[in-house]
């Protein structure tokens, strides 16, 4: 078994409390959702995203309640990408409210090709998923690239099929690795700040372990990521992996 703290991955010695803990407060807070004053939460007028909030909220190793979407339109009749941020509302999770909003304000040439890339803090619920794939479909000439930092309720067999469901419509689904984030970094967010540049080479085991969890959740396998809290409700990440299908696919795919 691989364990791994959201502070630190060395620390004393611990004893994991009730599984999955730490999920309750992420999920009750992204139900009850925030308004849309984006500056406040972290996106300049500018729509770049500060750097305090990319670094807090694309950590991989803690579980953070916001879900921001940094994205990239591009459209085969303008050479020219359009690159910005959001994040949920009170009543929609950021994939609706892009769909509802910032891609019909920008579509002009129902016949252009678009090029969507998603950089997202969390995983689409299987709710969002339905209807991206809705939207997908009605939109034959769009295709759409996810980057995602978390697995949103990784276990919920409704948010695992509606993943499976995106990928078997070409929805390309990854877990952001490490030139990601820089790219991330140098594309979205606020330079006017104290840090130049940033590197999360830390973030590497929970980069692998999420992405082993995705490849579990495309091929249909059982889960390999347990997520459960110390008794400072701290996360703890266990990769377990017990099943000798799981052993096989795991060992033939390639986290990064």
Same mark, same amino acid.
């Not at 609706?96 to 689409?124: G, M, N």
């Not at 984030?181 to 104290?194: G, I, M």
């Not at 372990?209 to 809290?229: D, F, K, M």
């Given at each position: ?164 469901? #995106?990928? %078997? =419509?070409?929805?390309?689904?990854? &877990?952001?690795?490490?030139?990601? /984030? ?6 979205? @967010? ?27 959740? #495309?091929? %249909? =396998?059982?889960?390999?990521?347990? &997520?459960?809290?110390?008794?400072? /409700? ?6 377990? @992996? ?15």
């Amino acid at each position: 078994m691989f364990l791994l703290s959201g502070i630190e991955t060395e620390r004393e010695k611990h004893t994991p409390v009730k599984q999955d803990t730490a999920w309750e407060a992420v999920v009750k807070a992204m139900a009850t959702g925030w308004n849309r004053d984006h500056e406040s939460r972290g996106i300049t007028k500018g729509g770049k995203i500060s750097q305090e909030t990319f670094i807090d909220t694309y950590d991989p190793s803690v579980l953070r309640r916001e879900q921001y979407m940094l994205y990239e339109i591009k459209w085969s009749n303008n050479k020219r990408p359009r690159q910005s941020c959001c994040h949920s509302t009170q009543t929609e999770h950021a994939e609706i409210y892009f769909l509802e909003d910032v891609f019909q304000k920008q579509r002009s040439d129902p016949s252009a090709h678009c090029f969507i890339t998603w950089f997202v803090s969390w995983s689409p619920c299987g709710d969002c998923c339905k209807q991206i794939r809705d939207f997908l479909k009605e939109q034959p000439n769009v295709k759409l690239f996810i980057y995602v930092a978390r697995i949103y309720w990784h276990k919920r067999e409704i948010n695992r099929q509606g993943l499976r469901n #995106l990928m %078997n =419509i070409g929805v390309s689904i990854r &877990v952001m690795y490490l030139p990601v /984030y820089r790219y991330c970094w140098r594309t979205f @967010v606020d330079k006017e700040d104290k840090y130049e540049d940033y590197w999360p080479r830390h973030f590497a085991p929970w980069i692998m372990l999420y992405s082993l969890e995705l490849q579990s959740i #495309l091929q %249909n =396998i059982p889960s390999c990521l347990e &997520v459960s809290s110390d008794e400072n /409700y701290t996360p703890v990440f266990s990769l377990c @992996v017990e099943d000798e299908e799981q052993k096989r696919a795991l060992t033939s795919a390639n986290p990064y």
